[in-house]
């Protein structure tokens, strides 16, 4: 029986209200997410239950229990707090997945100060518009990503702090500050700050169609949706051994890779290394995982990688598997659910939704390919793309829209509250994604309704790429759009155009490559750039992306009447 | 010819994905499995051997564990130089 037994029962009841119940909080109370992950479990009598079981390169391990977590987070917030960092100042993590970026989470939000998680492999300017935006105060780092920080440093007037968490003893420079969790004395209590509700724990930037990435803001409240969906969505259970290979420098990493197992007190697994299918294999049978988090893309490349390593490793252990970040195809569903004896489960959710929406549920129907349904507590329609009005009628596509309310919906765009209320259509929140719906209920992903390139589950916007191009010597103009790939549903391709005295070749296309890997980051170096003599415009002058993007899907062209030269 | 190959990818590999004050790598340091080089990063690198080494390696063939160190990337590249 799973965690949620009859769906249409749940969707029928459920209220919030449960959730608070459950979690004993009280309306207008204290609220505190890093206190409920750890302090609260240990209150329960689970202390020494694993929280953290952690492996990094060379197979080295590292071991947490709950006790462990809840001093090492006092540990960080209580070195925040002696630095001066107020509640709601921005501390940013900017670290690969090491022990202390889970446990600088829970530190962060103890403090009431607002966590700014970010990916480690971003490129100095993707770093820079994201500091500068949220006038972030301290960056956590290791000293390999510390570099980053440095080059921008002196345009960062706010930042006050870069702190290392693996100082080396070379000196350091003006605002660095070394800190070693492992040689600081331990703190053992830790005032924590009595955050409620609607006070901000976490800001995650997203990419828009236009403009600079968006922090979204979220509120401690959210714990109340990420502990439901943690259970009811994801099925963990309190003897379950949890991995979620999501990294925290994105909302699934921090939702559901450090708040929905920590604040059901589950022992969860993380695997700081690079992808490779033997490693994650050897990983799941170490540890004996019984509930599996991944994404579409990593599942496509155990796909590839064939069934017969599988053969080698005991993966019996496995319960309960789900995925996020990109519709997962139906192929993928079906393949796992032959050779795991279970299938994956999609599951739809976003940067701003916070917590998983729309759903497959352990022991409902699945039919492989459709997204599910939406979560008890939560209404999503398909609207028509014209009157913002719900579909009526099953099988049609419009957009996808939630009505706002669940716990743990954004509360604004930082510093950017006008983007946040075009988000909203007649009291729907729209999700920018379409879909249609069956007649059982069922979601069925159909795309984005922007240029937005969703590559292998993370969001590129095609304007910061296309600006970025054009800051390189060569290039005149640019236009990026995705193309499909098999392994991350989709990739950044570039039509460029050159300046003059520059001629097209290979040594130039991987020099333009890198020059964007650098600067933004892997996800947004474009996989093929095409150069080209001239890109279709309007004759008003704006790029026609879509003429581009409907080639390389192999998609009727449309309209052209507005086409320059045509 | 081997070591010199080598020699090139390591100098270029510590070129592009590492920052200037990494600790330095070897020929059999993990590189994809180690989160040096991460899968996207992995098509900039490929694209730079088959300039370099005027190659074609098929999609099927870049595999993470084919690129998982400067090693077994020479293998690779041998592979298709002598093809």
Redesign the interface.
């Given at each position: 029986m799973s965690n949620i037994g009859n769906y249409e029962e749940r969707y029928k009841t459920f209220t919030w209200e449960q959730a608070e119940r459950e979690l004993n909080y009280r309306p207008g109370g204290v609220l505190n997410i890093g206190w409920y992950c750890s302090d609260r479990i240990c209150d329960s009598g689970k202390g020494d239950k694993p929280a953290l079981i952690w492996e990094g390169m060379g197979g080295i391990e590292k071991r947490f229990t709950y006790h462990d977590i809840r001093r090492a987070s006092n540990t960080i917030g209580a070195f925040l707090r002696g630095l001066g960092i107020q509640p709601e100042d921005r501390v940013c993590l900017f670290m690969d997945k090491i022990p202390e970026l889970y446990l600088g989470v829970l530190g962060i939000l103890k403090i009431g100060a607002i966590g700014q998680p970010l990916y480690s492999a971003f490129g100095d300017e993707s770093l820079f518009v994201r500091l500068d935006n949220a006038q972030t105060k301290a960056v956590i780092t290791q000293k390999k990503h510390a570099p980053k920080v440095r080059k921008i440093l002196d345009k960062l007037p706010h930042l006050q702090h870069l702190i290392i968490v693996d100082h080396d003893g070379k000196p350091l420079k003006d605002r660095e500050i070394a800190f070693s969790l492992e040689k600081s004395e331990p703190v053992e209590k830790l005032e924590i700050h009595p955050t409620l509700a609607e006070s901000p724990s976490l800001l995650h930037y997203t990419s828009g169609t236009t403009g600079l990435p968006k922090g979204v803001k979220h509120v401690h409240y959210s714990l109340l949706s990420q502990y439901m969906t943690a259970r009811w969505a994801l099925d963990v259970r309190e003897d379950d051994i949890f991995w979620c290979t999501a990294d925290p420098g994105w909302v699934t990493g921090t939702s559901y890779g450090v708040i929905g197992p920590w604040v059901l007190g589950v022992t969860q697994c993380v695997l700081d290394a690079g992808f490779s299918a033997e490693a994650w294999y050897r990983f799941i049978e170490k540890n004996r995982i019984t509930n599996w988090y991944s994404a579409p893309t990593a599942i496509r490349s155990l796909m590839k990688a064939g069934e017969e390593i599988i053969k080698k490793f005991d993966l019996s252990s496995l319960r309960a598997l789900s995925s996020v970040g990109e519709p997962l195809n139906p192929e993928a569903v079906i393949w796992s659910e032959r050779v795991f004896g279970k299938a994956f489960l999609d599951t739809y959710f976003q940067t701003e939704t916070g917590s998983i929406m729309i759903t497959n549920y352990q022991g409902m129907k699945i039919k492989p390919g459709s997204m599910g349904k939406p979560f008890p507590g939560t209404t999503a329609v398909v609207l028509d793309q014209k009157t913002f009005e719900p579909h009526k009628e099953s099988g049609k596509i419009g957009l996808i829209a939630l009505k706002p309310g669940w716990p743990a919906m954004m509360r604004t765009y930082w510093n950017n509250e006008e983007t946040y209320q075009k988000k909203f259509k007649n009291g729907w929140y729209i999700t920018g994604d379409r879909a249609s719906i069956d007649k059982e209920g069922y979601f069925w992903f159909v795309g984005r309704d922007d240029d937005i390139i969703n590559t292998g589950g993370h969001l590129v916007s095609p304007f910061v790429v296309e600006s970025a191009l054009i800051e390189h010597p060569a290039v005149a103009e640019s236009a990026v759009v995705s193309k499909p790939d098999p392994i991350n549903m989709e990739v950044v391709k570039a039509f460029v155009t050159l300046k003059a005295g520059f001629t097209p070749s290979a040594d130039l296309d991987l020099e333009i490559m890198n020059f964007i890997r650098k600067k933004l980051s892997p996800l947004a170096m474009p996989q093929e750039i095409e150069f080209t003599d001239a890109l279709p415009k309007t004759r008003s002058g704006k790029i026609m992306r879509r003429i581009l993007k409907a080639k390389e899907w192999g998609e009727e062209i449309g309209d052209t009447s507005t086409l320059e030269n045509d | 010819m081997a070591d010199e190959m080598k020699e090139t990818v390591l100098k270029y590999v510590t070129a592009?994905y590492l920052?200037?004050?990494?600790d330095p790598i070897t020929f059999d340091t993990?590189?994809?499995?180690?989160?040096?080089?991460?899968?996207?990063?992995m098509?900039?690198l490929k694209?730079?051997l088959?300039?370099k080494y005027k190659i074609s390696i098929p999609d099927?063939q870049a595999?993470?564990?084919a690129f998982?160190s400067v090693d077994k990337i020479a293998l690779l590249v041998r592979k298709f130089t002598l093809a």
């Open positions: - | 592009e920052e200037d004050d990494a993990p590189l994809i499995s180690g989160g040096i080089v991460d899968s996207f990063s098509v900039s694209r730079f088959e300039n099927d595999t993470p564990e998982d």
